[in-house]
Structures are given as structure tokens and as C-alpha cells.
């Protein structure tokens, strides 16, 4: 139980994170050209 309520709070936690440095890193790349 204590593992599906982990895994629901840490899941969209670090999803939002990898977006938000991949969408950096999008810009970054942008911004080179």
C-alpha cells in the first residue's frame, strides 16, 4: 500500500521535472542556432 502511494506522489513529481529540464534544454538548442 505504502508503495502505490509512493509511487503515485513520486511518479508526476519527477515527470514534471524531466519535462521542465527537457523543455530547457529545448531552448537552450534553439538558441544556438
Known amino acids: 500500500m505504502i508503495n502505490?502511494?509512493?509511487?503515485?506522489v513520486i511518479a508526476p513529481v519527477i515527470t514534471?521535472?524531466?519535462l521542465e529540464l527537457?523543455?530547457?534544454?529545448?531552448d537552450k538548442k534553439d538558441n544556438d542556432n
Request: charged share 10%; aromatic share 16%; proline share 0%.
Open 4 to 8: 502505490v502511494l509512493l509511487t503515485s
Open 22 to 26: 527537457f523543455s530547457r534544454w529545448l
Open 16 to 18: 514534471g521535472i524531466v
